[in-house]
């Protein structure tokens, strides 16, 4: 079989991620790892979820925790989500949310929902090389996103009409964001809602790491500076992405949109048509941990994350060769390196893991147009103290042998 004669042609456009080719590393035990962006399994609540699914198997509930359900997702975990929302400045209903598995599936529905080829997305440049890939496989055109107003509205237009489609919306991360650790001030959020109301799009918010903040004071999402605005989630043009994965666990994928209810009507439909509907007993797990300790629990993850962001911040600082900057995030769980124009990330990385057995990132992979070659990016995340000093100062030395 030739299978590419019956390949559709967007297949092309989907590539391994680096990432997840790089999370093999952890298999190796002399390998130092800043690599993978995944939460310490060491801190996850462990005892709290053996004991939710446990309930959820009692004669009572296993029926509906084993059955087929709505595709909307488990009511009560809905409700605990609008109701965390509401905290946050995003008044809503249940049936404003939709639960996805994980926010890679709601950054891959949305991508189906909205982009036509040849239609235009705004990014940042880097962005998110998850959400690359979920877009790209619908095959838009990529624009650097400037929330500072440096672009303006007509030139994006102009730009994606050349292509052939129109601008549909701008993704960004605006907390703490992966790759770079950075944070949109108010300011350029509110200067994103102005060019995506004059350019008639919507904007895509992925809030996964907005809980994991150590320093500084929180930022209303663009979607509750929206709703200050227009006076409603229903009228709100920004569509939310949240996720249990880096605050409770990753492997039960559970994430959820919040958006405005033609949103989510849309996306339901979609749902049903993908898996009908998230695991109903992963579901419950999670609404019955969030309920029980949610709030002690990811005030618990600040202090370890907290004291290895800045551990490793200070090896930087220690040991990083002059002409090598990064940034110093106030949550999340990345630093971002630019190197020298010299230098490349991905062929530092194979001398890395040849010679000093540390593995990160390239910055390659995280710019939809393959620029950034001298960038990196280093999770603190799953690094202990000890990991972090002997790991950078091997980074340190490899990078001044070859600034040398």
Not at 201 to 226: F, K, S, T
Request: glycine share 8%; with cysteine.
């Amino acid at each position: 079989m030739q299978w590419e004669s019956v390949l559709a042609t967007r297949s092309s456009r989907m590539k391994a991620s680096e990432i997840r080719e790089l999370l093999k590393l952890l298999d190796q035990p002399d390998i130092i790892s800043f690599a993978g962006g995944i939460p310490d399994p060491a801190l996850f609540p462990v005892a709290e979820f053996a004991k939710a699914m446990a309930d959820a198997m009692t004669p009572a509930r296993a029926e509906a925790a084993l059955q087929y359900s709505v595709s909307e997702g488990y009511l009560p975990l809905r409700q605990w989500i609008a109701a965390e929302m509401a905290r946050i400045g995003v008044p809503c209903a249940p049936s404003n949310i939709l639960i996805t598995s994980g926010s890679q599936q709601a950054l891959d529905y949305l991508g189906k929902l909205m982009i036509t080829a040849g239609d235009t997305v705004l990014c940042g440049w880097p962005t998110y090389l998850g959400a690359l890939s979920a877009f790209n496989a619908y095959e838009p055109l990529f624009e650097q996103l400037s929330p500072k107003g440096n672009v303006s509205a007509a030139d994006y237009e102009a730009r994606a009409a050349a292509n052939g489609g129109r601008a549909k919306f701008a993704y960004l991360s605006v907390d703490f964001a992966n790759p770079t650790g950075e944070t949109l001030d108010r300011r350029a959020r509110e200067q994103v809602l102005d060019l995506a109301a004059e350019m008639e799009i919507a904007i895509v918010e992925d809030a996964a790491y907005q809980a994991l903040r150590y320093d500084g004071e929180p930022i209303p999402p663009i979607l509750a500076l929206e709703i200050a605005r227009c006076g409603s989630i229903d009228a709100a043009r920004t569509i939310y992405c949240g996720s249990f994965s880096k605050t409770l666990a990753p492997g039960l994928r559970v994430g959820w949109i919040c958006a405005a209810q033609p949103v989510i009507d849309r996306l339901v439909l979609m749902k049903q048509a993908a898996d009908l509907h998230s695991s109903t007993l992963n579901q419950i797990a999670v609404a019955q941990v969030a309920e029980a300790v949610m709030e002690p629990h990811v005030e618990m993850l600040r202090d370890p994350y907290r004291a290895r962001r800045d551990h490793m911040l200070a090896a930087l600082d220690r040991e990083m060769p002059e002409g090598v900057t990064w940034t110093r995030p106030e949550g999340g769980m990345f630093v971002w390196l630019t190197l020298p124009p010299s230098l490349d990330g991905a062929e530092l990385l194979a001398a890395s893991l040849e010679t000093e057995r540390v593995a990160f990132v390239p910055g390659r992979a995280f710019f939809a147009d393959g620029s950034g070659g001298n960038t990196l990016r280093l999770s603190f995340s799953c690094a202990q103290p000890e990991q972090i000093d002997i790991g950078i100062a091997r980074l340190g030395a490899l990078i001044g042998r070859a600034l040398a």
